[in-house]
C-alpha cells in the first residue's frame, strides 16, 4: 500500500508560479513511476507530466516548458513546480504513483490562476 498526500495548490496570478508536493508514504521502494494530472469539471483528467525512478521526465504539451516534475527520495516526495501559470492551468491536480502492484492516487489540490 501506498498513501500520498498532495500540497501547495491555492490562487496565483496568470505568470505567477506555484509548487506542489506530493508525499509518498507506505511501501515506497515499489513505486517506479510517479504522476501528475489535473481535472476540470466536467472534463475527463488530463495527464500533466511523469518522473520514472531512474529520473527520466514526460510532460504533455500543454505544460512543457513551464512545469518541471521532480522528486526527493531522501523525503519520497515528488514536486510539480509551475511557472508562467495562466487561467487554463486552473483544475484539480492529483498525484499518482505507480507500483508492480497497482497504482495509487492522491487526495487532489486545487490550482487557481486568476487575476
Known amino acids: 500500500q501506498v498513501q500520498l498526500v498532495e500540497s501547495g495548490g491555492g490562487l496565483a496570478q496568470p505568470g505567477g508560479s506555484l509548487r506542489l508536493s506530493c508525499a509518498a508514504s507506505?511501501?515506497?521502494?515499489?513505486?517506479?513511476?510517479m504522476r501528475w494530472y489535473r481535472q476540470v469539471p466536467g472534463q475527463q483528467r488530463e495527464f500533466v507530466a511523469q518522473?520514472?525512478?531512474?529520473?527520466?521526465?514526460t510532460y504533455s504539451n500543454s505544460v512543457k516548458g513551464r512545469f518541471t516534475v521532480s522528486r526527493d527520495n531522501a523525503t519520497n516526495t515528488s514536486y510539480l513546480q509551475m511557472n508562467s501559470l495562466r487561467p487554463e492551468d486552473t483544475a484539480v491536480y492529483y498525484c499518482?504513483?505507480?507500483?508492480?502492484?497497482?497504482?495509487?492516487w492522491g487526495q487532489g489540490t486545487q490550482v487557481t490562476v486568476s487575476s
Open positions: 499518482r504513483a505507480l507500483t508492480m502492484r497497482g497504482d495509487y
Open positions: 518522473i520514472m525512478s531512474a529520473g527520466s521526465t
Open positions: 507506505g511501501s515506497i521502494s515499489s513505486i517506479y513511476c
